[in-house]
């Protein structure tokens, strides 16, 4: 099992603090989306004048940037610089030898209105970008496409080049779906994974340590593996948004080893 996290967990940490708990606790991966509080990944200080050093700790230490998580949100008519900046991150994600990069219907993780039409043609010019460059842009299961079935019907359409990222947590919260009905609407589209778990608490999602929820994780990961899928299994903390949220540092270890022992 390839276990990865976001920083979104550790907003606050430097890239030496990320990577050397990582490679402390085993994960194999980092899921790059906030550094020092920076949410960019392209101005960040890391991946500009600090280039060279992140990539000589990388390679030190053999952890892995799993992903450059955007926050492009291609169906909202007001993010006008979606497909720019996605094309900005593929840009990065080749030169860190990073396979995947995340973009997003809308900034919600539930169904938030969108205009599907002016997704696909924004996601077909971002999979354009990124032939033969080694770097797969996902679509992630958020928004609209926290319906399963929706996003495999986009994806088909879409053309060559694409993927899903699929985040068990809102296909399950958000449209009701179990994980065999995901994996059956998604299949082999599924090629990066995020993990969380949540309980609902007088009508809010509440997100909570891995086992405190009642998300059906151990039901998931049987199934994904059942399926064949041999990825990240990613997980995301949203601490950059809920600082009242236990510390990265808390989360990461009891994430490592909950998954471990499942």
């Not at 990944?41 to 450059?68: N, P």
Request: charged residues 25%; glycine residues 8%; hydrophobic residues 35%.
């Amino acid at each position: 099992m390839k276990l990865c996290f976001s920083t979104i967990g550790c907003p606050d940490w430097t890239m030496k603090d990320i990577v050397a708990t990582a490679k402390d606790l085993g994960y194999e991966g980092i899921e790059v989306r906030s550094v020092r509080g920076e949410v960019d990944a392209t101005k960040m200080k890391e991946f500009t004048s600090d280039m060279d050093k992140t990539k000589a700790l990388l390679r030190r230490t053999g952890v892995k940037i799993a992903m450059l998580s955007t926050n492009c949100a291609l169906a909202n008519h007001n993010d006008e610089t979606a497909v720019e900046r996605a094309k900005a991150y593929i840009d990065l994600a080749q030169e860190t030898g990073t396979e995947f990069i995340r973009v997003m219907p809308t900034d919600k993780p539930y169904y938030d209105g969108g205009d599907i039409d002016l997704c696909r043609k924004r996601y077909a010019e971002i999979l354009k970008y990124a032939e033969d460059t080694g770097v797969l842009p996902l679509m992630e299961t958020n928004g609209m496409f926290a319906d399963s079935k929706l996003l495999a019907q986009f994806l088909d359409s879409a053309g060559e080049g694409g993927g899903a990222l699929w985040d068990t947590h809102h296909p399950f919260r958000y449209n009701g779906e179990n994980a065999s009905q995901t994996i059956s609407n998604l299949g082999r589209r599924i090629k990066y994974v995020h993990i969380k778990d949540s309980l609902v608490q007088n009508g809010k999602v509440v997100y909570k340590m891995m086992g405190y929820g009642d998300v059906p994780v151990r039901q998931t990961v049987s199934q994904l593996k059942s399926a064949g899928y041999d990825g990240y299994y990613t997980f995301e903390w949203v601490k950059l948004w809920d600082k009242e949220l236990e510390d990265g540092g808390i989360v990461f270890a009891h994430y490592a080893n909950y998954m471990r022992r499942i």
